[in-house]
Antibody
Framework: QLQLQESGPGLVKPSETLSLTCTVS??????????WGWIRQPPGKGLEWIGS???????YYNPSLKSRVTISVDTSKNQFSLKLSSVTAADTAVYYC????????????WGQGTLVTVSS | NFMLTQPHSVSESPGKTVTISCTGS????????VQWYQQRPGSAPTTVIY?????PSGVPDRFSGSIDSSSNSASLTISGLKTEDEADYYC??????????FGGGTKLTVL
């Protein structure tokens, strides 16, 4: 069964770029069945979808974050990545990666999540 | 922008039944599938309902989902409440552009 694991720096300075990677195991990221998504959750708040990507590189981004977000896929490493530029304290959150399926866009399974703090 | 609105919190006693609503801001919530996730403190969300009313394997049949087109709402109903059901619950759907939307979450207290 699929398992996902986020990795990346836990501390990012304001105005810099947040970079995270999600490693997929138990299956191929090139599977035609799945999309791959990023979701975040600020401390004590709700879930926010960031975006989703297909192995071919086709992407969907949250319109409110689109100008700062890039999601990419590396099929050779069975990984996909998130870059969020010009971060501020408002981007402090637990970032989750997850498997998803086009319409219904059901996210399952999820990685365990990684806390990224934006602070100088 | 399409939004999903949930009550901030609900509470009920063990053994009782509770229903959590999720109301769509526009269009027809029945047009696109709704999912429900359970999130316990410090853990990632897990699915309790997908595609409006389907339960993943391992989720007890005490959990059920439904759609009410007349109120443009989805509902998660948990019967025979157990203390272990105490958690945050999120609904999730998407719009016509395939942009995913989560509800704000509902804190369920079982007391």
């Amino acid at each position: 069964q699929l398992q996902l694991q986020e990795s990346g720096p836990g501390l990012v300075k304001p105005s810099e770029t947040l970079s995270l990677t999600c490693t997929v195991s138990g299956g191929s990221i090139s599977s035609s069945s799945y999309y791959w998504g990023w979701i975040r959750q600020p401390p004590g708040k709700g879930l926010e979808w960031i975006g989703s990507i297909y192995y071919s590189g086709s992407t969907y981004y949250n319109p409110s974050l689109k100008s700062r977000v890039t999601i990419s896929v590396d099929t050779s490493k069975n990984q996909f990545s998130l870059k969020l530029s010009s971060v501020t304290a408002a981007d402090t959150a637990v970032y989750y990666c997850a498997t998803t399926v086009a319409a219904p866009w059901w996210f399952d399974p999820w990685g365990q999540g990684t806390l990224v703090t934006v602070s100088s | 922008n399409f939004m999903l609105t949930q009550p901030h919190s609900v509470s009920e006693s063990p053994g009782k039944t509770v229903t959590i609503s999720c109301t769509g801001s526009s269009g027809s919530i029945a047009s696109n599938y709704v999912q429900w996730y359970q999130q316990r403190p410090g853990s990632a969300p897990t699915t309790v309902i997908y595609e409006d009313n389907q339960r993943p394997s391992g989720v007890p049949d005490r959990f059920s989902g439904s759609i009410d087109s007349s109120s443009n709402s989805a509902s998660l109903t948990i019967s025979g409440l157990k203390t272990e059901d105490e958690a945050d619950y999120y609904c999730q759907s998407y719009d016509s552009s395939n942009y995913v939307v989560f509800g704000g979450g509902t804190k369920l207290t079982v007391l």
